[in-house]
């Protein structure tokens, strides 16, 4: 299997940043070079994706296979229509031989994506807790209109107020990061 290497060596040069990208097998015979202007197009891993695939001569629908995943899907990440997710990214770099830090360091809008979807799935968690808060404060409450009137009954209607009041809370402030994260 062929070590598909993508290095980016920086040089200044007239003040102009220049780039050079190479692409090797195992043993860097058939060291190919290419031009700051070819490997620009390297820059994301839709670009790294179709040329790994097509430097190990596989079709998309082979390279999906081995990651379990159809076609159209290979055919979206080298498109980037939208990313692989990171398991997937480990096992193209495991696969390959790349280095997952070429992968997710060249495209910027792919680090973007995965931080914007791990602050989603933070805000999903604490809209868990807001919706168990409220729901369970309610029926706390609700439960207790045909209890008879004891310390008891005072105590748990107490609590289910609580959690409302802190669900409530926790709703404006989730609010307010959900707007952020949608802006």
Avoid at 29 to 50: P, V
Avoid at 60 to 78: C, D, I, M, P, Y
């Amino acid at each position: 299997m062929k070590r598909v290497q993508i290095t980016r060596n920086h040089a200044v040069k007239n003040s102009l940043l220049y780039f050079s990208f190479f692409f090797s097998d195992n043993e860097d015979k058939n060291l190919k070079h290419l031009s700051a202007a070819e490997g620009m197009k390297y820059m994301n891993i839709g670009n790294a994706i179709t040329e790994i695939r097509k430097t190990q001569g596989l079709t998309q629908e082979e390279f999906g296979a081995l990651f379990h995943v159809t076609r159209q899907t290979v055919s979206n990440w080298e498109n980037e229509k939208n990313y692989p997710d990171l398991q997937i990214l480990v096992n193209i770099s495991d696969q390959f031989n790349v280095s997952l830090d070429q992968l997710l360091k060249s495209d910027q809008q792919m680090i973007l994506q995965i931080d914007k979807e791990r602050s989603l799935g933070k805000l999903r968690r604490k809209k868990k807790i807001i919706d168990f808060l409220n729901g369970a404060g309610t029926g706390l409450i609700l439960g207790c209109l045909y209890s008879p009137d004891t310390w008891r009954k005072a105590l748990t209607i107490t609590i289910a107020v609580i959690m409302i009041i802190t669900g409530y809370c926790l709703k404006t402030k989730y609010d307010e990061k959900m707007e952020k994260y949608l802006q």
